[in-house]
T-cell receptor
Framework: EDQVTQSPEALRLQEGESSSLNCSYT??????LFWYRQDPGKGPEFLFT???AGEEKEKERLKATLTKKESFLHITAPKPEDSATYLC???????????FGTGTRLQVTL | DTEVTQTPKHLVMGMTNKKSLKCEQH?????MYWYKQKAKKPPELMFV???????INESVPSRFSPECPNSSLLNLHLHALQPEDSALYLC?????????????FGPGTRLTVL
């Protein structure tokens, strides 16, 4: 059974204070690892897909990386508008459904 | 365009009511999904349609009835719900059921069952 663990559960940063969110996964034959951002009361917004170890993707202040056991979402010089819950999900083997982690709630203050 | 739309945004219903949630996408995606999300929890898969046929039912109670009238539309019919069914209901779509395709989510319907 696929498993995803995200840490920390919650993170509070000051504006400009860079940090990383962790997503550890156990899956038989990774097909894809997905990062989403979710604002309160709204649907998840797709950020990145990573397919193989060593892959990296960037978008504005966000950079996602992947190893054989975990993925990191690096946030460089965050701004208050980056405050949200960040969800990690995987699909493995012959499965066609996402297995989500419980998310990291990020708060960025002035 | 990566937009999935959902109506209504909010819905309040009694336990004896019948209502429907609607979802639409115009990305040409052939897989569509219904999720339920409780506060501070990740989305929980309910149903998956592939090429307008029900592909996955995650043992959802029969008071939830999905329907896929065509490749762009997905409905969720609600009847005799319980207060514990109150949640954010999310629709998503992807190119197809291949595991490496990203899913795009709609804004959700906030459902309250009284």
């Amino acid at each position: 059974e696929d498993q995803v663990t995200q840490s920390p559960e919650a993170l509070r940063l000051q504006e400009g204070e860079s940090s990383s969110l962790n997503c550890s996964y156990t899956v038989s034959g990774l097909r894809g690892l997905f990062w989403y951002r979710q604002d309160p009361g709204k649907g998840p917004e797709f950020l990145f897909t990573l397919y193989s170890a060593g892959e990296e993707k960037e978008k504005e202040r966000l950079k996602a990386t992947l190893t054989k056991k975990e993925s990191f979402l690096h946030i460089t010089a965050p701004k208050p508008e980056d405050s949200a819950t960040y969800l990690c999900a995987v699909v493995g083997g012959t499965a066609s459904k996402l297995t989500f982690g419980t998310g990291t709630r990020l708060q960025v203050t002035l | 365009d990566t937009e999935v739309t959902q109506t209504p945004k909010h819905l309040v219903m009694g336990m004896t009511n019948k209502k429907s949630l609607k979802c639409e996408q115009h990305m040409g995606h052939r897989a569509m999904y219904w999720y339920k999300q409780k506060a501070k929890k990740p989305p929980e898969l309910m149903f998956v349609y592939s090429y307008e046929k029900l592909s996955i039912n995650e043992s959802v109670p029969s008071r939830f009835s999905p329907e896929c009238p065509n490749s762009s539309l997905l409905n969720l019919h609600l009847h005799a719900l319980q207060p514990e069914d109150s949640a954010l209901y999310l629709c998503a779509s992807s190119q197809d059921l291949a595991g490496d395709n990203e899913q795009f989510f709609g804004p959700g319907t906030r459902l309250t069952v009284l």
